[in-house]
């Protein structure tokens, strides 16, 4: 009897040991400090494998009857049928490695600078005997969207140029094999600062995605735990269907905007379609008409909202098992 016995005790003391290292691990306060970076990265690559389809489809659509105010209305449906009709169903998960690649650069710096900004506003807001407000969620969700935006260019960049790239004639394609091929393609041929064209409307864009996701999820749930007596599984899903309701309608036209300039490359005259955010806003509204930045809002609602919902129940579930 006493042999099991001390097997027994050995085996819950190695786990014992096994728990509190780890616990020890995770209570680093490098390692602290680097969770809400680490945590975002992981759910933002997890919500881009399953929307990846949809944001192909959405950049798609931005990029139909481009310089034109009537023609064919390209929907959702008759893009799919066309990217379907001329490859194959794998062809909606184009540009999945840019997509990823730019979720851990640019997830991973958004959730983990906003987490940090609001961890920081939380204690100074304590010493004056306060509470933080929308105010502060809002000035948190826009600076660390528009921080992480200006890292994450590059390979936003990269992901709107492979998803363009079957739009063109088959002897102009480019043909990306990856998006290492593409980044290092685009430098080499366009030169290193063409990896941040479109800078500006991406910035823009990030600051009003944030301050919808972020600000307007932290808002909501907030109202919801102390309005409701709902669990905290529906209170999150319903704080994140709001969320993305919101960054779609702020950000979509800087989207849209964004789309177009980074898809664009120099003729060989050296002159561009667009000469920037504004050039582009101007002869958009004037050829296309105003509509046309809001145009694919359903679709953008659609990659937008489950995309906020899985990072932020992802990202929220990986804070709570690392708390």
Known sequence: ????????????????????????????????????????????????????????????????????????????????????????????????????????????????????????????????????????????????????????????????????????????????????????????????YALWAGAFPTVVRAMALNFGQLAFFSEAKQQLATRTSWSSRTQTLTASAVAGFFASFFSLPFDFVKTRLQKQQRKPDGSVQYRGMFDCFRKVAREEGLLRFYRGFSTYYVRIAPHAMITLIVADYLGWITK
């Open 1 to 192: 009897m006493s042999k099991p016995s001390n097997a027994l005790r050995a085996a819950e003391s190695r786990s014992e040991q096994l728990k509190s290292s780890a616990n020890g691990f995770l209570h680093n306060p490098t390692m602290r400090a680097a969770l809400p970076f680490i945590n975002g990265g992981l759910a933002g690559m997890t919500a881009t494998t399953v929307i990846q389809p949809i944001d192909m489809i959405k950049v798609r659509l931005q990029l139909a009857g481009e310089g034109a105010r009537t023609g064919p209305r390209a929907s959702p449906l008759s893009v799919t049928r066309e990217i379907i009709a001329s490859g194959k169903v794998m062809d909606l998960y184009t540009g999945l490695s840019a997509g990823l690649l730019r979720q851990a650069v640019y997830t991973t710096a958004r959730l983990g600078f906003f987490d940090t900004f609001m961890k920081a506003l939380t204690v100074r807001a304590k010493d004056k005997g306060q509470s933080i407000g929308f105010k502060e969620r809002a000035a948190a969700g826009l600076s660390a969207g528009g921080l992480a935006a200006m890292v994450g260019n590059p390979a936003d960049l990269a992901l709107i140029r492979m998803q363009s790239d079957g739009l063109k004639p088959p002897l102009e394609r480019s043909n990306y094999r990856s998006v290492i091929d593409a980044l290092t393609s685009i430098a080499k041929n366009e030169g290193v």
